[in-house]
């Protein structure tokens, strides 16, 4: 009798937690979390095309006068991308993943606010868009990551979720996995971009997010290759060390650009230290029209 009873109240117990509320909310909170995440990543691709494809259609192919458009376009494109940065969005610089693994680390419910939030969302999105409309060259996958882990984040605000750092870890995978049509690219980017280990608690909630941000993705397009598919196939023999050599002289000139982009940001830094905006809209002007006579 006493197995009986035991037995019953653990059923009891177990319709209590499946009827709760408590129970429930922060799931369907997170579920409709990750689902935005892969329905506003879509329309992040889809108005970054458009952008780019509205500066060639204003640029032409002809030549004439219209060759020399970015000369004016691109610059005043950047200045006004940094005077909204700093006017309205602050937080939005930098590309984005940088500022998803700081919010990890953060402890402070505000600080982490300061760069990811619902205000940053939208701001990253238009300025993203803006400056690809001006001929910028920015790459997708930092603002989008930052975009998911803010809308992630927010969701667990609203849900009462309380594992901040691995729900930050889930919406970048999920962002990044919904905005390119690639789930494996989410999870491996959650792994060696931001958690550098693949820890047992957070687990669930990337796969999760990366599912169900994933299904939305595909919901609203389709299965499609973002990338396109590549038909050349490589001969050992003859291709293989060209493979090699492209990936170590690639993977050099990469490093020493990245080596000399952090000491001119420290220059740059520095040298707006004492009249921020101001000296934000020269630097930005300056690469804009750097931008513009590269092509």
């Given at each position: 009798?006493a ?9 009891r ?10 129970v ?8 409709a979390?990750a689902v935005s995440?892969?329905?506003i990543?879509v329309?992040?691709a889809?108005?970054a ?5 509205l500066f060639?259609?204003m ?6 006068w219209?060759f020399?458009?970015?000369l004016?376009v691109t ?6 991308c940094a005077w909204?940065a700093?006017s309205f ?10 500022q998803a693994?700081a919010?990890r680390h953060?402890r ?5 606010s300061r760069?990811?939030s619902?205000?940053l ?6 300025l993203?868009v803006?400056g690809?409309?001006c001929g910028?060259s920015?790459?997708?996958e930092?603002?989008t990551v930052?975009?998911?882990?803010s809308?992630?984040?927010q969701a667990?605000?609203w849900?009462g979720?309380a ?6 870890l889930a919406?970048s995978?999920?962002g990044i996995?919904?905005a390119?049509n690639t789930p494996?690219?989410?999870?491996v980017?959650?792994i ?11 687990n669930?909630?990337v796969?999760?997010?990366v ?15 973002y ?6 196939t490589?001969a050992?023999a003859?291709?293989?060390?060209l493979?090699?050599a ?12 990245s080596?000399?982009a952090?000491?001119v940001?420290?220059?740059?830094r ?5 009249q921020p ?6 630097v930005?002007a300056?690469c804009g029209?750097?931008v513009?006579v590269i092509g």
């Open positions: 009798m197995g009986i009873s035991r037995k019953n109240r653990l059923l117990r177990s319709r209590a937690m499946w009827v709760s509320r408590r429930w909310q922060p799931r369907l909170v997170f579920w979390g995440i892969g329905l990543s329309l992040f889809l108005l095309d458009r952008a780019q494809a060639h259609i640029t032409g192919n002809e030549g004439g219209r020399y458009l970015p004016v610059p005043l494109g950047f200045v006004l909204l700093h969005f602050p937080g939005s610089q930098g590309s984005g993943i940088p693994i919010a953060l402070d419910e505000d600080d982490r760069i990811l619902l205000r969302v939208a701001g990253k999105i238009a993203t803006v690809l409309a910028a920015i790459g997708r930092g603002p930052q975009v998911g882990a809308l992630m984040l667990a605000r849900g979720m594992q901040a750092r691995g729900l930050i919406g995978a999920a996995a919904a390119f494996l690219a989410g999870i980017f959650a060696e971009e931001m958690g550098r280990a693949y820890e047992a608690r957070t669930g909630l796969l999760t997010a599912i169900l941000a994933g299904l939305a993705s595909l919901g609203l397009l389709g299965n499609y290759t990338f396109g598919v590549a038909k050349d490589v050992f003859t291709d293989w060390p493979v090699l492209c990936g170590i002289v690639g993977g050099g000139v990469g490093a020493l650009f080596l000399l952090l000491k940001m420290r220059r740059i520095r040298w707006n230290a004492l905006l101001p000296r934000a809209l020269v930005a300056v029209f750097a513009a």
